[in-house]
């Protein structure tokens, strides 16, 4: 499995976030080796993507995209950093997100763009597809998910092997590191859980001080825990869900029938084949998919309050992700950092082969991000 160096531990300057933003703007991006290069568009609302020649074809035309021939992905905006999507300064975007966004063109003859959205319902009206989206969010928007592939929640991880799920009287009295005005840590202040909390500027560092034996577990969004566990060289394995899982997955607009029968047809195809297990291992790593089996039993908690602007975010994949400022003011931050803003379109051609998931180099990714 490829390893990201998650764990860098200098942060770049906050400068080279303004970089990237500036650079992505005017710069193509290619998303794996041997793909043909895109170029992005300004933020008007347009983008172009290269010509080229997919790998995998699927038979007949598919109709319903905004654009003939091309795969329009909305990336969500509270959904940027890794392991769903992340962008260096050269305009190269990887991520869980990124890469089936890519598999689903593929598998159905298309090249491939993407566009970074505020939620699903505006997401719609200019992408074919945005990924992440929970079952909740689709249905404000009048959209179908089209093959689920991730959860939210906010999941707790400790150090060593460990199977199954801890119990709340496993939790009492362990210290448990969380990133300041996160979600997960509003959660925890607001369950019935007794334990020492220890607050960090990123879950990068509360991951630290689970590796060096500071504390005995993290409270992070499931997925981003996934990822940074899966680039130590430490054992870290998941213990529980302190939240109930909420099932996301690929929205297509419901009045779209065909288009989201192609997609459902394209995402059942890519499941079958292995190459969503692919994607999957490449940024989680062997995590499984959660279910209500994976939440803590006998933990209760009040209602938490995100951090999405009802304006303008619907908070399709704020849960676990979403930084809270004093409990109820918006921002569009998350347990990633605030690097999540700025991005252009991005538009690449999606041929590439069935083992050539995202396997470029990493170098020049902003841990600003987690």
Known sequence: MRRHGALRTALLPGILSLLVLAVLSVCGCSLLPGSSSGQSSSDNGTSSTSTGQSTTTSSGSVSGTKTEGTLTVGLLADSLGLPYCSADENGNVEGLDVDLGAALADQMGLSVTYKVVSNVSNGLSSCDVVMSSTESA??????????????????????????????????????????EGSSSASTL???????????????????????????????????????LAANQTTKISFAGAISDPETMGVAVASSNSELASAVTSAFEAVKSNG????????????????????KVSGVTTQSTTTTTDSSTMDGSHAGANAVVADGSSSSDTSDYGDDSAGYSDYGTDSGYADSGYSEGGDAGYSDGLY
């Not at 560092?205 to 590796?211: I, R």
């Open 138 to 179: 689709a249905q404000k928007a009048d959209a179908t998910i089209c093959g689920s592939y991730d959860e939210s929640a906010c999941g707790f991880f400790c150090r060593g092997e460990f199977s199954g799920t801890v119990s709340k009287s496993d939790l009492t009295g362990m210290t448990v590191a969380v990133q």
């Open 189 to 227: 202040s607001k369950s019935d859980l007794n334990m020492n909390t220890m607050v960090c500027s990123s879950s990068s560092e509360a991951f630290s001080l689970l590796v060096d034996g500071t504390v005995d577990y993290v409270l992070c969004d499931a997925y981003l825990g996934a990822y």
């Open 275 to 294: 190459k969503l297990d692919v994607i999957r291992s490449t940024w989680v790593g062997s995590f499984s998919s959660l279910t209500s089996s994976s």
